[in-house]
């Protein structure tokens, strides 16, 4: 029996252009209108203005749309000051200040909280922002070789596509980082094939460039040291059948990096979890622990501990810390690190905290303050459990401005209060704008 597959047909009107009057924008600067009664959202394009769109999603109740002309411009739109921003996807913005960005993400944020979460108005403090350039000590490069034409593109995907968009330079990257977009290219080039090369990522720890390279076949001994020659602290995963990632010399120094203001150091392994802006990531340290004001008769519970990031430096200063984390070798090197940085009032287990929370020792502890800093899909199934801990308050860090408004509108239903609020500008140039809250338990009377 054959069988004979048709293709899908496009939904309504993807795949068509169509010309839109911009009427605001969302919390991810995205311009918003209206087409044939749906609500379109616009990605790049600014209030007041009118743009040619390419519509790439046609649902029932919305479109989404890429602007590939702007017919009558806004007063604020700016020309990007990156060759690559047509092209390449790794920043969304560049047509607008740095400062107007922030101002849009944040209007934008207070609109979607409020109307999720009923709130009148929001405990808004400054916003949490640093330089805007060469600010990521960490990037996943993507790496693509054309077997028929042997063209090969390293760099960032293209908005909304999966098509690698070959970069020369980047002003987000950190100087320690930039000079891999000239010199690791031609070695890759140089292998018999180069194709077997999937992803390069980057990162820095202290003065050191790091950089894994993801394979999909075996690579020779020789063939990993032509890219240790050009980047001395090469480490490789993906060799086939075993996917170990391993460095290419047993000395390779361990990469650290520093919490100046609290004086600790946290370890890391390439493909933990870390900040990727490295200034932000201590102001967000420094501001936790001002806004929670720990003492010494706080117990605090760290959920989503990671490596310790927030953990250690609460243990500089409570009585106790307990971190929690879903992934088992970063609870070891959260304890490694306690134990590096003389703290042995903090302590690590690992749990999924989407799922019921174990009958375990942690959770017989009675804790004043509870901090969680979840991935973007946000504490749903933790928040929860979290909220019937009662402890007097609660820090949640977040980097999705939309699951923290449904998880915020469970703590607001459990009586907490949302007692401050900011912004936190991690990645200037994107449509991204995370948050650190803090609710607070009214005291009985």
Not at 269 to 285: C, H, K, R, Y
Not at 351 to 379: E, I, M, S
């Amino acid at each position: 029996m054959v069988t004979l597959y048709k293709a899908k047909a496009k939904a309504g009107l993807t795949g068509a252009t169509v010309t839109l009057d911009i009427d605001s924008t969302d919390y991810e600067v995205n311009g918003l209108s209206r087409y044939q009664q749906k609500i379109a959202f616009v990605s790049g394009a600014l209030k007041g203005e009118k743009v040619r769109a390419l519509v790439l999603e046609d649902k029932p109740g919305f479109l989404k749309a890429r602007t590939i002309k702007v017919l009558a411009p806004a007063a604020e739109r700016q020309q990007p000051f990156c060759p690559h921003f047509s092209q390449c996807g790794g920043c969304q913005l560049q047509y607008l200040s740095n400062n107007q960005q922030s101002q849009l993400k944040q209007q934008g944020t207070d609109q979607l909280i409020r109307h999720q979460t009923g709130l009148a108005s929001l405990p808004w403090q400054p916003m949490i922002s640093g330089p805007d350039r060469h600010y990521r000590r960490k990037a996943r490069l993507g790496v693509w070789y054309d077997k028929k034409t042997r063209q090969l593109s390293v760099g960032f995907r293209a908005e909304g596509s999966k098509t690698i968009s070959a970069i020369t330079e980047c002003s987000m990257l950190s100087p320690l980082l930039t000079p891999a977009l000239t010199l690791l290219p031609p070695v890759i080039k140089a292998l018999p094939e180069p194709a077997v090369i999937t992803h390069l990522e980057l990162f820095s720890a202290g003065e050191r460039p790091y950089v894994v390279v993801r394979h999909v076949k075996t690579l020779t001994a020789a063939q990993q040291q032509l890219f240790s020659q050009s980047w001395p602290q090469a480490y490789f995963l993906g060799d086939a059948g075993n996917n170990l990632l391993q460095p290419w010399q047993a000395d390779t120094p361990v990469p650290a990096y520093t919490l100046a203001e609290q004086n600790i150091q946290l370890q890391f392994q390439p493909g933990d979890f870390i900040q990727v802006n490295e200034q932000i990531n201590q102001q967000l340290v420094t501001q936790a622990l001002a806004w929670l004001n720990v003492n010494a008769d706080d117990t605090v519970l760290d959920l989503y501990a990671g490596i310790g990031n927030f953990s250690l430096a609460l243990a500089r200063y409570a009585k106790t810390v307990q971190g929690i984390e879903g992934v088992a070798k970063m609870v070891q090197q959260a304890a490694t690190n306690a134990e590096l940085n003389g703290l042995s009032n903090a302590s690590f287990a690992q749990a999924d905290l989407h799922l019921p929370w174990p009958a375990a020792p942690w959770l017989k502890q009675r804790y004043t303050k509870v901090v969680l800093d979840p991935a973007r899909a946000g504490a749903q199934g933790a928040i929860e459990q979290v909220a019937t801990l009662k402890a007097a308050q609660i820090l949640y860090v977040s980097c999705n401005a939309a699951t923290f408004a449904r998880d915020a509108k469970v703590l607001l239903g459990h009586g907490y209060q949302l007692q401050k609020l900011a912004g936190v500008d991690m990645f200037p140039h994107t449509s991204h704008l995370e948050l650190m809250a803090l609710f607070s338990m009214p005291a009985k009377n």
